[in-house]
Every structure is written in structure tokens, then in C-alpha cells.
């Protein structure tokens, strides 16, 4: 991309010396410059309506907003949008959270179709646990639905072994019902599964957060939540008080 394209590309707050493509956004809530694997891209339609592009390669100029509910409020509730578009656009805040809360869950359902298809994805308390004591297991997938005995149990292994590995504590994805993993994996209500070690997994992290800002990964009310480990960022502590 030459110095003058990426000047003029509609989604760039600027370029380095060499015209490369910098990897920060804008957030139109906020202002604030981040990673756009924290973001989420919005574009408008034909129609002149403002929708998610979870995909982030919808053509046209891309409006970018941090990924949770409280943001995109902002963000309706500030013109953020008729800033970022330069045009004055109708938009429903609570509807728009919902499509794109939707839109997330659907893109990271759909991640675990391709792991389940690429070998990547074990389910069921037996294969699960299989992985577990290998230390294969990246990331666990738990229906919000379950019962705790088990998903304790699974936790526990795949834990004490990373541990002896000397790898990360694998965290939890547990808001997906057992009907909706199922659906995912093209099987019957699936309670327990895993995300195999490998390429996918950073992927399927990042979707995971993003989709963390609409909902809470770990379910509150699970009686062992506060066991569990947590893609989600800890809250941000507020500063010391100077005075």
C-alpha cells in the first residue's frame, strides 16, 4: 500500500513512514486509540443503516467502536456514528446491541463448526478428558446449562495438568447452551468440549472477548463460577486517591 492509499483509506487515523497500514482504531465512543482486536467495525448499507461487520470486510468507510454494550450506547447516544460517516444516520442503540451481540455469538458458534470440522475440537465428558490429561486442552467449552460436578471435574484435570506442563490454566467459554454447542458440532445436546491446542485458538479468543463485552463468558449463576478462569480482562482499578 503506497503512502498516498493509505492517506486516503476511509477506516486509518495515519500511517507509518513506510504507508503500512497501522494496526490502531479510533473508538467513536470513546476516542480512545486501541487494538481493533477489542473492537468491533461497523459500516452502513445500501439502505443507509448502520450494521456490525463482525468479519471486518464489508466495503466502505468503517466505524469502529470498543466491543461492549456500554460503548455502542455511547456511541448512538453521542453521534459518534454521524461523526465517524459524516452523515447524519437514524440509529436504535438497543437495537443495534442486539444485532451485534447476535452477530458475535454467531461468529464465534461458527469458529467452533470449523474446529470441530478441522479435528480441533473434542466433546463429551470422555473425550474432553482425554485431551485433559494430555495437556492438549486451550480452551474449555462448558453449557451454561450443566451441572457443576462435572464440569468441576474436567476443570480440575485440565488445570493440574497444564500446571505440570508448565502452561496457562485453560479458561472457559460457558455461555452456550448444551443445545447450542450441539447445533454447533452437528450433534445432540453437547454439555462438555474442548478447543485443542493449534492455530485457531488465538482466533477463537479474540471472538470470545470481544463477545465478553455482551455478555459474561462465565455464567453468574453457576455455584463454581468463581473457580473458573476467565478469558474476560479483570475490571480497571480507578486510580489512588491523591488527596
Known sequence: MSAESAISHPDLIGEDRRGHKPRERRCVASGEVRDPNLMVRFVLSPDQEVVADVYEKLPGRGVWVTANADDLRDAVKRGGFNRGFKAKVKIDADTLITQTHQQLRRRLMGQLTMA????????GQTGVREVAAKGEVAIRIEASDG???????????????????????PPVIGCFSAEDIGLALGRSPVVHAALTTGKMVKAIRRSAKKLSGFEPLIPDHWDDFQHEISLEPPPEEPPPNSG
Open 116 to 123: 470441530r470440522k478441522a479435528g480441533r475440537l473434542a466433546y
Open 147 to 169: 451441572a457443576s460436578d462435572g464440569r468441576g471435574k474436567l476443570r480440575t484435570l485440565s488445570v493440574a495438568t497444564a500446571r505440570e506442563l508448565g502452561r496457562v490454566d
